[in-house]
């Protein structure tokens, strides 16, 4: 994790101190331009921008003559937390401890007013005053979000019909499609998220929840402490709420993040669509599944790394690691996979890892993920016959299998015995 540079509080050069060769400012601007060139060609490699840091801190009270020539601190004393907040927020993204869901209410938190009471055409959206300004801006931020990879949902207590009204009779930045689950209904909004979450197949620990409601959010903060609530009620404090605590900071950008609301919305797709069948191997027969697989590479790292580092529920060891761990791994001694699925509702993206060290004629596995978009469509079936045609050509004729069991991998705990493995010393062997 890298800073890059932040401005002086002083400039000799006034204004042309940016595009003066001679000005601190200019070169400022060229060292971070070059540090961003670095970190774009060497992967491992995350800028913490400290330059937008300081500017949001204010560079009057960031920087402070008196702690640098007492102690050489390059800033303030006072501007330690929200540098330590901001460098924490990296860590925690690269150890997959991000948020991954935002569940709104409606009235009054993405628009003004009540649907059901006031009507559509009475809602403040818009341009119309400077309260529907800020609501367009908060649907706008969530919109942004929503494009780079956050779910959002809908918690409302509503009539349905009504609120999916709203949007499509008014012009707003948010659509009834951009919510990959939309709940509007007199249940209490516990049970609205609990059943959000058992839709999306997510943990209650992966949502932020905003409500303009007090009443409502000390609901969720009782009977589910885990939820992240906001603390005000008013919709110009929405975005700095979910924007300064840095639920959602990304460390990279990939394919599937850009498509995940999709594939959230494909995936309830399938379990309707699983309704209209009987026998469950007839429905996985009509929905045309595609298998691929392929090593670690260049072109996959960046998303491997993620899905390791984010996968909680079938991962049979609950191993992360970094960008520079995986790359360490394309050296021959381990067997990599990385899989993807495509059906008749689309691609899915790289969904599934796996890794193993091979040893002489055995192969250890200690990383085996796989998304929870894809549960049941026998992924992992196919996986591990690939691994084993893989076994074969290498001349591996021993699988030996580890298990860590975590809060959250129950799912995985039999999947050895049920692949025909065989316990023996608290591991598991496959003889090829």
Known sequence: IQNNFEFLDTRALGNIDSSS????????????????????????????????LAADYGLARWHSLEHWYLYKYAFSLSAIPAYCHSVAAIIKSALGKNKKAIVVDLDNTLWGGVVGDDGVSALEIGTNSAKAEAYAAFQEYLKAL??????????????YAIAKQAFEERNMPLKFDDFAVFKASWADKATQIAEIAHELNLTTDSFVFIDDNPAERALIQMNMPEVVTNNSDDVTQFISFIDKNMFFEPISLTREDFARQDYYKNKLLHEKSAENFVDYAEYLRSLGLVYSFEPFSEGNIERVTQLINKTNQFNITGLRLTMADVAARMNGHYLNVAGGLTDKFGDNGIITVFSGLIEQHKLTIDLWLMS?????????????????????????TEIVGTYQPTAKNAIVATLYDDLGFKESDRCWKFMI
């Not at 670095?38 to 995350?46: D, E, I, Q």
């Not at 079936?381 to 076994?391: A, R, S, T």
């Open 146 to 159: 929503k494009n780079r990879g956050v779910v959002l949902a809908v918690s409302s207590k509503n009539d």
């Open 372 to 396: 929870c978009r894809v549960f049941k469509r026998d992924v992992e079936i196919k996986l591990f016959e690939h691994v084993l045609n893989c076994c074969k050509n290498r001349n591996i």
């Open 21 to 52: 060769p001679l000005g601190k400012s200019h070169f400022i601007n060229s060292i971070n331009a070059q540090l961003i060139d670095y970190a774009l060609a060497h992967k491992n490699v995350l800028i913490h921008d400290l330059n937008y």
